[in-house]
C-alpha cells in the first residue's frame, strides 16, 4: 500500500514537473520572440476571366507555419487602409490576405462608383464566395500559411462578404465582422462552420437594430457559435481612421472611433488566440526549438 502511495505520488508529480516545463518553455519562447520580418508582395490571381490583384503579407521565417487571414475591405476597394491591416495582422504572427473583389485592384473614389462595384455581390452572395474562395486559394500558396487554421475578416462590405461565406459553408475556423451587414443568406447550421465575432457600431445608421435583432434570432435558432460586440457612440466605419473627412466630404453618417478602433481589434485578438489556441502553442514551440537551434 506504502508502494503504490508512493508511487502514485512520484506519478502526480512527474505530471506537475511536466506542465510546469511546458509553460516555462512557452513564457521563454514569448520572451524570445522579436518583431517578425514582414514580406509582402502583390499577388495576380484570377476569377473566371476577371484579374485579380491582392496584397500578402506575412513573416518572412519559412521555416514555420502561421494561422492565415483572409481580409475583405470596404466598399472603396483594396486601398492602402486594408494594406495597413494586413501588415498589422503580419505583425501579430500571421499570414494576411487582402482579397481585391473588383479586379486589377481598382479602388472606388466617390459612394456611386462603389455602389456600382459592390451591387453585383450583394444581388449575389453566392458570387461573393466564389471571390472569397479563390482569394482562400491564394493564402494557400503561400508556405508559411497554415492550410488547416484559417479565418476571414472584414470591413463593411467586406464583413458582409465573410459573414456570407460563413453561412454558405466557407472551411474557415472564424470571421470576425467590422461594422458589416447582417444580412444576406439565412444561417444553415449543416453549412455553418465558423465561429463568428460581430464588431458592430450602436451608432450605426446603415445596419438597423432590427437588422441586428434579425441577425441574432436567426443565428440563435441554429445554435451559431457568435459573439456580438457593440461599442458605444461608434459609427459605421468606425475603424477606418479617414472615415470623419470622408463623411464629411460626402455627407455620409460615418466617423472614425478610436476607442471602439482600439477596443474591436483587441476583441479580434483575443477572438482569434481562442480559435488558433492548440496552432498557437505548437508555433511557440516551433520557435523555441527554431531559436535554440
Not at 2 to 31: A, H
Not at 42 to 68: R, S
Not at 83 to 102: I, P
Request: hydrophobic share 45%.
Amino acid at each position: 500500500m506504502i508502494d503504490k502511495m508512493k508511487s502514485t505520488s512520484i506519478f502526480d508529480t512527474l505530471i506537475l514537473v511536466s506542465i510546469v516545463s511546458i509553460v516555462s518553455l512557452v513564457s521563454l519562447s514569448s520572451m524570445k520572440k522579436e518583431k517578425p520580418v514582414i514580406k509582402e508582395e502583390t499577388v495576380f490571381y484570377k476569377v473566371d476571366t476577371t484579374l485579380l490583384k491582392g496584397f500578402a503579407a506575412y513573416p518572412a521565417d519559412a521555416t514555420v507555419k502561421h494561422p492565415a487571414i483572409l481580409i475583405v475591405p470596404e466598399w472603396w476597394g483594396l486601398n492602402d487602409y486594408v494594406k495597413g491591416r494586413a501588415r498589422q495582422l503580419a505583425e501579430l504572427g500571421y499570414v494576411a490576405f487582402a482579397a481585391d473583389m473588383f479586379g486589377n485592384g481598382k479602388v472606388a473614389t466617390e459612394p456611386k462608383q462603389a455602389m456600382e462595384f459592390t451591387s453585383p455581390f450583394y444581388k449575389d452572395p453566392h458570387l461573393a464566395y466564389k471571390f472569397l474562395d479563390a482569394a482562400q486559394k491564394e493564402i494557400l500558396k503561400i508556405k508559411q500559411a497554415d492550410a488547416n487554421n484559417i479565418a476571414a475578416i472584414g470591413y463593411c462590405f467586406g464583413g458582409y462578404i465573410v459573414l456570407n461565406a460563413a453561412k454558405l459553408g466557407a472551411d474557415l475556423k472564424g470571421i470576425v465582422s467590422f461594422h458589416g451587414g447582417l444580412g444576406g443568406v439565412t444561417p444553415d447550421k449543416d453549412l455553418l462552420k465558423a465561429k463568428i465575432l460581430i464588431c458592430h457600431g450602436d451608432a450605426d445608421k446603415f445596419v438597423t437594430l432590427k437588422d441586428v435583432e434579425t441577425f441574432k434570432r436567426q443565428m440563435d435558432s441554429i445554435k451559431a457559435d457568435y459573439t456580438y460586440k457593440s461599442y458605444a457612440n461608434a459609427t459605421h466605419a468606425f475603424t477606418n481612421s479617414e472615415a470623419t473627412s470622408i463623411g464629411k466630404k460626402f455627407n455620409m453618417p460615418i466617423e472614425y472611433n478610436g476607442k471602439a478602433d482600439t477596443a474591436s481589434w483587441k476583441d479580434m485578438e483575443v477572438f482569434f488566440k481562442e480559435i488558433f489556441v492548440t496552432v498557437r502553442l505548437v508555433l511557440n514551440f516551433q520557435m523555441l526549438i527554431t531559436t535554440d537551434g
